[in-house]
């Protein structure tokens, strides 16, 4: 069982910052896929950002250009640098392990005001 939990989320004015954290536990995080994920009252839980094992990246269209994800395999961490936010970026977002199975943590809310 991988636990996984986030944190980092909060309150902020459009065309601000935010960075959430992602930890996931285990001895072999390095072979672990992880994305980042959202989900909006009434709206489908989306992916905004994924980085495999080898540190391959993908976006959402909606955040190209903005959000960065990154990994740290010595930390067991997958953070997600958020610039230029947007009301709609407002969220819950989640933090997904792949290895085999899905593991997800609780989410943090991300509340961008206009």
């Known amino acids: 069982q991988v636990q996984v939990v986030e944190s980092g989320g909060g309150l902020v004015q459009a065309g601000g910052s935010l960075r959430l954290s992602c930890a996931a536990s285990?001895?072999?995080?390095?072979?672990?896929?992880m994305g980042w994920y959202r989900q909006a009252p009434a709206k489908q839980r989306e992916l905004v950002a994924g980085?495999?094992?080898?540190?391959?990246?993908n976006y959402a269209d909606s955040v190209k250009g903005r959000f960065t994800i990154s990994r740290d395999n010595a930390k067991n961490t997958v953070d997600l640098q958020m610039n230029s936010l947007k009301p709609e970026d407002t969220a819950v977002y989640y933090c997904?392990?792949?290895?085999?199975?899905?593991?997800w943590g609780q989410g943090t809310q991300v509340t961008v005001s206009s």
């Open positions: 285990g001895t072999i995080f390095r072979f672990y896929d």
């Open positions: 997904k392990a792949q290895f085999g199975n899905d593991y």
């Open positions: 980085i495999t094992s080898d540190g391959s990246t």
